[in-house]
């Protein structure tokens, strides 16, 4: 077996078998509900600004309401590829860029900036959270709002269970492990992919490629005390894909500013 086991950088050869990896989310159910938190709070908005979108799927969906114009972005050019791809099966006019969101050097202003799937928990400090609230402000319309979830540390003591030893084929050449672990201590989430490809030709060639994610896990209070310091004031916490408030046992939030 030929190995090419090199770590690389996050999303880039997951972008590939991303889709895959989150068959199971239900992404127009996520998607209806950042439209209810929209409706709920900025009904009159327009236009829309996703972060960390991923390979589009939300934001594609978003687009099917009918109601929005949409600006979707990643830092990951990979997944920006996969999203325009996707986008332009469906004739997508969605706006897919490569953007980092800690430098959104955009000049539009939007009604609504919103981050879904835990994307904040790829930041590790507070000062960069706070670099990505002052990014955002910068590009909302007054009164606009930013909504993004992240996940707790329950979420993740019980994810553990199903991410980790996970395994998937993919195709008959592409097959993926997961090896997902909870540092409880420094709140540190870890999820380690190896994707492997054969060869179609020479079965007993294969290229490994692996992919280390790391998240840190907040609590609600920690992000509460954050947000304080921001110029943003919280709306609402809700729990899960409720539009009820978050409480102790919640397991992803989702935050509601203006
Ligand atoms: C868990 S995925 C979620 C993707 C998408 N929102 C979804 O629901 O499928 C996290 C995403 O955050 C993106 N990301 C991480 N750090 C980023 C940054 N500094 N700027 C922009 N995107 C970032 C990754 O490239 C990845 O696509």
């Known amino acids: 077996m030929s190995k090419s086991s090199a770590e690389k950088r996050d999303y880039s050869v997951l972008a590939e078998i991303y889709d895959d990896v989150m068959a199971d989310v239900d992404y127009e159910t996520w998607a209806d509900y950042i439209d209810e ?32 114009t ?19 099966k469906v004739h997508s006019e969605i706006d897919f860029q490569t953007i980092n969101f800690l430098d959104i050097c955009l ?15 790829y930041l590790h400090t507070e000062i960069d959270i706070l670099k990505l609230h002052e990014q955002v402000k910068n590009v909302l319309k007054p009164g606009g709002i930013f909504i993004y979830d992240f996940t707790t540390p329950r979420n993740s003591r019980k994810a553990i269970r199903f991410l980790h030893n996970h395994q998937k084929e993919i195709s008959s ?9 909870f540092d409880g201590k420094n709140r540190i989430h870890t ?25 840190k896990i907040y609590t609600q209070a920690e992000i509460e005390a954050i ?27 989702t935050m509601v500013l203006q």
């Open 37 to 68: 938190i929209i409706l709920e709070h900025n009904p009159e908005a327009i236009d829309l600004l996703e972060l960390a979108c991923g390979t589009g799927t939300i934001a594609l969906s978003l687009e099917e309401l009918d109601c929005y």
């Open 70 to 88: 949409i600006t979707a972005s990643d830092g990951s050019p990979d997944m920006v590829q996969k999203a325009i791809e996707k986008g332009q």
């Open 107 to 121: 000049k539009k202003k939007f009604d609504v900036v919103f981050m879904v799937f835990d994307s904040i928990n």
């Open 173 to 181: 050449t592409i097959r993926y492990y997961r090896e997902s672990s």
């Open 191 to 215: 999820n380690h992919f190896r994707i492997v490809k054969e060869d179609p030709v020479n079965k007993n060639k294969s290229v490994v490629s692996e992919e280390k994610h790391q998240q």
């Open 227 to 253: 947000i304080k310091k921001t110029d943003f004031t919280i709306l609402q916490a809700y729990d899960g894909f409720e539009l009820r408030p978050a409480h102790e046992k919640s397991l992803r939030i």
